[in-house]
């Protein structure tokens, strides 16, 4: 159970939210929705242990993340915005080097199967500095095929750049998570590519 006991936030000196409350079964996917510069990402950033909460307190399992520290940290994958992956390394560089400091091991084939898998057969060994947008970031978000005994995923933007194959297959990776009672936090503009997720979702706007 991920829990937002009255959570706000404060950047600038300016509140962007408060008396945020909200709780997180497993098996159920926390959509987080709100106007650019209304703390979406900041609330992402929070809820990963990135960033203290203005006010209010953020649980996992009933106790508070800043308690559980490194403990809570292997529980969670995040992915943000930006794919942050380095233009000299190759694909599977990347995602190998991505899992590691994430504190998940993958050996060379582990990481090519989940490239292939993401829909990057071909590019495993392509410096990422030629890769599309799209394809970057299918590079970063393979990483939740590797993932899938982490219970929870944070993820902001992730259909970003993403065409409608890829979104399809995205949606599949994250249905899959559901099922296994993962839990996930995300924020999105692609309404099309949530609805099949619909009876798993919990709305937040912000």
């Not at 233009?87 to 199967?113: I, K, M, W």
Request: charged content about 20%; aromatic content about 4%; some cysteine.
């Amino acid at each position: 159970m991920l829990e937002l006991r009255g959570v706000a936030c404060e950047r600038g000196g300016r509140l962007l939210f408060e008396g945020l409350d909200c709780r997180l079964p497993a098996g159920r996917l926390l959509r987080v929705r709100g106007a650019n510069g209304a703390g979406k990402t900041s609330l992402l950033r929070m809820i990963c242990g990135l960033l203290p909460p203005a006010q209010g307190q953020i649980l996992w399992g009933g106790e508070p993340i800043r308690d559980l520290a490194e403990d809570f940290g292997r529980a969670l994958v995040f992915i943000g915005h930006a794919a942050a992956l380095k233009d000299d390394l190759t694909a599977l560089e990347n995602l190998q080097a991505a899992c590691l400091l994430g504190g998940l091991r993958a050996s060379p084939v582990q990481a090519a199967q989940a490239l292939a898998a993401a829909g990057l057969p071909e590019r495993q060994r392509t410096p990422v500095r030629q890769l599309s947008q799209g394809q970057r970031r299918r590079v970063a978000l393979s990483r939740l095929l590797l993932a899938h005994t982490t219970p929870l995923w944070v993820l902001d933007e992730p259909f970003n750049a993403l065409d409608t194959g890829a979104s399809a297959w995205l949606c599949d990776v994250l249905q899959g998570h559901l099922e296994r009672d993962g839990m996930v936090v995300l924020t999105s503009h692609q309404d099309l590519s949530l609805d099949r997720l619909a009876e798993r979702l919990v709305p937040l706007m912000l």
